[in-house]
């Protein structure tokens, strides 16, 4: 079975900066997808960035972008110049190829950005 | 442009009661997931359906139940609620079920059972 680990319930960042949110997995498995997931106030589920992990090139989505370090099983998610809207509960997810989909979701990371 | 439409936002419940939480998307997917989500924790799936007429269960399907009506329409059934099922309960859709494709969520249920 696989599970998705994050270390950090919270964390604070001050708009501008840049901020590192960890993640760790545990996997045999060689061919799998990691996703970082943003919930807002509103609840609503917003798919952030996805990395595949037969790709060494990590991910970027503008001001998000991964470090992917597979012999390490870890996956951080670097957002940069965090602004107010950044606001938001974090998920790390992990998903088998093949899988049909079916996430692991690691228990989240609730980042605050101030002004 | 509705894409996952979930109903009802809010329920309560008593232990034992009922219910039916109701999901519908637009996008012509094949795929359909149940998802739960309680506080401290991410997200587990219920059930999934990879295609109309057919479903299989997730990581947490105990006490629970579903159907693929049709194409666009999945539901999931709690026929005797228990205080273990408050949760906020997500249903999602995607195209063919394909991890490399994009997983799209309604904007929750929140159940809370007495």
């Known amino acids: 079975a696989q599970t998705v680990t994050q270390s950090q319930p919270e964390m604070s960042v001050q708009e501008a900066e840049t901020v590192t949110l960890s993640c760790t997995y545990d996997?045999?498995?060689?061919?799998?997808?990691l996703f970082w997931y943003k919930q807002p106030p509103s609840r609503q589920m917003i798919l952030v960035i996805r990395q595949e992990a037969y790709k060494q090139q990590n991910a970027t989505e503008n001001r998000f972008s991964v470090n992917f370090q597979k012999a390490a099983k870890s996956f951080s998610l670097k957002i940069s110049d965090s602004q107010l809207g950044d606001t938001a509960m974090y998920f790390c997810?992990?998903?088998?190829?093949?899988?049909?989909?079916?996430?692991?979701f690691g228990k989240g990371t609730l980042l605050t950005v101030n002004p | 442009n509705a894409g996952v439409t979930q109903t009802p936002k809010f329920q309560v419940l008593k232990t034992g009661q009922s219910m039916t939480l109701q999901c519908a998307q637009d996008m012509n997917h094949n795929s359909m997931y149940w998802y739960r989500q309680d506080p401290g924790m991410g997200l587990r799936l219920i059930y999934y359906?990879?295609?109309?007429?057919?479903?299989d269960k997730g990581e947490v399907p105990n006490g629970y139940n579903v159907s693929r009506l049709n194409k666009r329409e999945f539901s999931l059934r709690l026929e005797s609620a228990a205080p273990s099922q408050t949760s906020v309960y997500f249903c999602?859709?995607?195209?063919?079920?394909?991890?490399?494709?994009?997983?799209?969520f309604g904007s929750g249920t929140q159940l809370s059972v007495l």
């Open positions: 999602a859709s995607s195209e063919s079920g394909a991890e490399r494709e994009k997983l799209f």
């Open positions: 359906s990879a295609s109309e007429g057919t479903t």
């Open positions: 996997t045999s498995e060689n061919n799998y997808y």
């Open positions: 997810a992990f998903a088998l190829v093949g899988s049909n989909y079916k996430l692991t």
